[in-house]
């Protein structure tokens, strides 16, 4: 008989594997995910084998959702992968034709547009899971439910209908959109907002308790040729940016390593970071890589600099993002005190932090003297090293401290990553093609 693995959501099994672990989906989940899940009334604690046949790892798809994209699997990305199955499928479909099969097939198949609303029609909770074994034509009308309309089903890319079961409405609806990755399915099966409650379940302790495979096969974290490596211009840079993606953003802590800056950091400087840059751009390096500038005027024109080295796809640079806090902010020349615009001047990663937190007096940047290079004068914070030791040491327990400078420096990180993987997915797809 064998035992069987599958990675399920509400139920429904996006991928499964027989006697072997099959394909790997450790990465989409963390340590905290593996837990184990009660076996009714088989359940016995004190069975060591029961309590290993009850391991999973179990989250839930809101979670799971920037983890896949991170991943490169994204809307756009799905819409690759549906556009190549389904040219293979017009030209499989056609194939059949010619040889006077299959004719009741037609080749105009759903936009990816078409098939995205179909996906996300309906939660996947709405769809009965009841067990139709009856083989008759009412049967197979019961099973298929609301997707027995086989003018809707028959402009899915599948060569025919042996290529899809079902034992109930919703596997059968699986196996209508199993045609495409996995982790693609997921991703459109997210844009339905209630699906996104939904735990998603990748139980492995029946195949391990059964001998088909090693309870070491089965490891949570993203592995380390999915990750990206963040390089700033400077330690504190990288200090801030790793503590508020630990705070921040968790559930996607592992996707980002970062120098180690316990002995030195090697890159302290735009000039140094724009070496490290012209360095990688001419080998072949295949890390993921983020440059991130600081968003003053030394930042900018560093950026500039290396957008005009050719990066391949799998670097990016950007500078820290411009905010609206910065279009009047207090600062100090040889003309005295005002306020100034420092965005693409003095906003380095410190000005991101809460600037009132244990502060009496207000934040302020003093402006240093032209430099021939810049098109402007470079600015730099007053006192912000103790900016930055307030957010390391003690911002978690400041009630109201305001993060959302650091959010938007965690967004755009996260934009630059999804984009650095969302065209590393498509170039592999469209290889296929």
């Known amino acids: 008989m064998g035992t069987e693995i599958s990675l399920d959501i509400a139920g429904l099994s996006v991928d499964w594997s027989k006697n072997h672990r099959g394909a790997d989906h450790g990465f989409l989940f963390q340590s905290d995910d593996r837990r184990r899940v009660s076996l009714g009334d088989d359940d016995h604690d004190d069975d060591p084998n029961q309590s290993l046949m009850g391991m999973a790892f179990i989250r839930p798809l809101r979670t799971i959702l920037p983890r896949l994209e991170l991943l490169g ?4 990305t799905a819409k690759v992968d549906y556009e190549r199955a389904a040219a293979a499928c017009v030209e499989d479909r056609r194939s059949l034709w010619e040889e006077g099969i299959g004719e009741e097939l037609p080749l105009e198949l759903m936009s990816f547009g078409e098939f995205k609303d179909f996906v996300t029609k309906d939660a996947i909770t709405d769809l009965d899971d009841s067990i139709w074994t009856d083989m008759s034509d009412e049967g197979e009308r019961r099973t298929k439910g609301r997707f027995a309309d086989d003018a809707i089903t028959g402009r899915v890319p599948t060569t025919s209908a042996y290529d899809i079961d079902g034992y109930s409405e919703r596997s059968y609806f699986g196996s209508l959109i199993g ?18 409650h939904a735990d998603l379940e990748w139980r492995y302790g029946p195949l391990v308790c059964n001998g088909w ?3 070491g096969e089965f490891v949570p974290e993203v592995r380390r040729s999915q990750t990206f490596l963040i390089a700033t211009e400077g330690k504190s840079d990288t200090r801030i940016i790793k503590h508020a993606v630990s705070l921040l ?13 316990g002995k030195g950091y090697p890159f302290t400087g735009t000039g140094n970071l724009l070496l490290f840059a012209q360095g990688l751009a001419k080998i072949d390096v295949h890390n993921q890589i983020l440059f ?4 003053d005027a030394e930042g900018v024109s560093a950026y500039r600099r290396i957008s005009e080295l050719a990066l391949p796809a799998n670097m990016r640079a950007a500078t820290l993002p411009e905010l609206a806090r910065f279009e009047n902010f207090r600062s100090r020349g040889s003309g005295g005190t005002g306020t100034a615009d420092i965005n693409g001047r003095a906003a380095a990663i410190e000005c991101y932090l809460d600037l009132t937190a244990e502060r009496k007096s207000p934040a302020e940047v003093v402006w240093s003297a032209d430099k021939k290079d810049l098109d402007y004068c470079q600015g730099k914070l007053v006192n912000k090293g103790a900016y930055t030791k307030t957010f ?19 967004d755009m990180i996260v934009a630059e990553c999804r984009a650095i993987a969302e065209t590393g997915y498509s170039n592999r797809i469209n290889a296929l093609r």
């Open 392 to 410: 390391l040491k003690r911002a978690s327990m400041i009630r109201g401290y305001d993060m959302s400078g650091l959010m938007a420096v965690l």
């Open 213 to 215: 495979a090693e309870e």
């Open 179 to 196: 045609f495409l990755h996995p982790n693609n399915v997921l991703r459109l099966l997210a844009e339905n907002e209630r699906n996104l």
């Open 249 to 261: 953003r968790p559930e996607i802590a592992d996707f980002f390593r970062f120098v180690d800056v």
């Open 292 to 295: 991130v500038l600081d968003n």
């Open 73 to 76: 699997h994204t809307v756009a």
